[in-house]
């Protein structure tokens, strides 16, 4: 992924880029579900919201896991208003690399999606995921219900334990209800689905979660 300055510490609302006025455009369908990208979702679906570094393989570990509905990635957790890939990278959004998961409880739960969250990349990290650095990289966990929050602080715990077991840790996950969530570019959507060789920095640690498990 392309990042200008690798920045680490979080910036102030002053150094910020002014907000964008217009929406990022997006295409109406996912393009390998062939469902929306934007609400109105089914009635009863449910969004998450994570960020486990580049967004390009954190999507794609999402959308095929069954019953997600759709996946998105997009900005959050920063400043400016419909920020773009570039304002992003600089480190002044103060954004993080997200996805939006929408999924049908009736078939997966949360917890089974958080599972895939803490196994598949390294929440001990900070504002890095491997080789890619800077605070947009840095690892999260996005609730809209009390049930996911409660599910994300107890998925941290079972896992925290298991890193501190193999001498790794602390884990520097935020976890916090949903800010606002701004779609990244068009180009950026599904994008491994586009381009199947393109670039995909996604590592667990090799531990794993054991849901449902007091560990």
């Known amino acids: 992924m392309f990042s200008l ?15 964008n006025a217009e929406e990022m455009p997006v295409p109406a369908a996912h393009y390998v579900t062939g469902n929306p990208l934007k609400p109105p979702f089914p009635e009863g679906f449910e969004t998450l919201y994570v960020a486990m570094g580049c967004f390009w393989g954190a999507e794609r570990l999402f959308w095929q896991i069954p019953g997600v509905y759709s996946t998105a990635v997009g900005y959050m957790g920063g400043t400016t208003k419909h920020a773009t890939y570039r304002e992003v990278c600089t480190g002044r959004t103060g954004h993080t690399e997200a996805v939006m998961i929408v999924y049908d409880p009736s078939i997966v739960s949360a917890e089974r999606l958080l599972k895939a969250f803490w196994e598949e990349h390294d929440p001990t990290q900070g504002m890095r995921q491997g080789n890619d650095v800077g605070t947009q990289y840095r690892s999260g966990i996005y609730t809209t219900t009390p049930d996911q929050y409660e599910t994300a602080i107890q998925t941290c715990n079972i896992i925290a334990h298991q890193l501190e077991q193999r001498s790794m840790g602390p884990v520097t996950t935020e976890i916090m209800h949903a800010p606002v969530f701004y779609y990244a570019e068009a180009e950026h959507q599904q994008y491994l689905a586009k381009r199947p060789g393109g670039y995909c920095n996604l590592r667990g640690t090799g531990v794993t979660c054991p849901i449902g498990v007091d560990a």
Not at 5 to 19: H, I, M
């Open 5 to 19: 300055f690798n920045r680490t510490d979080p910036p102030t609302a002053a150094e910020a880029p002014p907000d």
